[in-house]
Each structure stands twice: as structure tokens, then as C-alpha cells.
């Protein structure tokens, strides 16, 4: 295999570059709804974004949904638990399984006040495509996220 060159290599054209880009910017955006205001971090905010939606997973399936290193995950759910934002209990059935929740009040209050200034800037960001394009960028995102879960890793020479 031909060894690249520095200038076959275009930086701001390779896509996982590019997502990644647009994910920062994003996330860095909407960051703004809550650090100042919550003293959340973002990865705080992720936490509390998927128990908000999916209430009783563990720290581990909280790292598979969102695909974030398990100790950012277990140094968020730390914090938070000491926030008094999020619980964590045994399960009814399996006790080594200990599943979190948003707190009753604060936890759930910080994601009910989170969630609209998020979706808004989600709103501001769509607005800039067409139906059309947002149908596409769907089903497009969609089929890179498939693609993306069946990649090789990559082998050596």
C-alpha cells in the first residue's frame, strides 16, 4: 500500500472531521442554555437528557446511547448524584443492577427548564434547510449511523 502524503490528505473534507465539527459547534451552542445558568457540563447534560427520555437505565446503557467514554459517564452521574439531580437504587429484582433516575423536583425541573432552550436552538438550526433537505438529512444521518456501527476497525500493514 502507497504511504499518504500530507497533501493527500484534505482535512476539511473528511467527513468524520466535518461531523465531528459540526457536533462541537453544536453542542457548544446549545451549552450555552445551561453551564452559566445550571453549572452543567456537557456531558452532565447528556446524562440527564437520556434519563429524561429513558428513565431507569444504568450508567453503562446511559455509555451505549450516547457512545461517551465510561468514565466522563461515571464522573457525570457522580456529580449530578451529588447535586441531588439524579438517583441511583437498587433494582426490585436484580441487585446488582442499579438504575438511575431523574431526582422527583430538581432533577426533573433542571430537565424540564433545559429541554425547550435545546429544542429551541434545534429549531434555529433546521430552519436553515428545506422539508425536503430535513426528510434527507434524516434518512441520510440514519444511514451513516448504520454504516458507522458495521465499520471494520481498521488493520495494519
Known amino acids: 500500500m502507497p504511504k499518504t502524503q500530507a497533501q493527500d490528505f484534505i482535512l476539511e473534507a473528511f ?10 459547534t453544536v453542542s457548544q451552542r446549545i451549552a450555552q442554555a445551561y453551564r452559566k445558568p445550571h453549572g452543567l457540563s456537557v456531558t452532565e447534560w447528556r446524562v440527564i437528557a437520556v434519563l429524561g427520555r429513558f428513565p431507569g437505565l444504568t450508567a453503562s446503557e446511559i455509555m451505549q446511547r450516547t457512545a461517551m467514554d465510561k468514565v466522563a459517564i461515571s464522573r457525570a452521574v457522580k456529580s449530578l448524584q451529588q447535586r441531588g439531580l439524579v438517583d441511583r437504587s437498587p433494582h426490585s429484582e436484580d441487585r446488582r443492577r442499579l438504575p438511575l433516575r431523574l431526582t422527583p423536583g430538581p432533577g426533573e425541573a433542571m430537565f424540564a427548564e433545559v429541554v ?23 434518512k441520510l444521518l440514519l444511514k451513516l449511523q448504520t454504516a458507522a456501527e458495521s465499520l471494520s476497525p481498521p488493520q495494519g500493514d
Do not use: F
Request: glycine share 0%; net charge neutral.
Open 15 to 24: 467527513l468524520p472531521y466535518r461531523l465531528s465539527l459540526l457536533s462541537n
Open 116 to 138: 425547550p432552550k435545546a429544542l429551541a436552538c434545534e429549531a434555529q438550526l433546521i430552519s436553515s434547510l428545506s422539508k425536503d433537505e430535513r426528510v434527507a438529512l434524516d
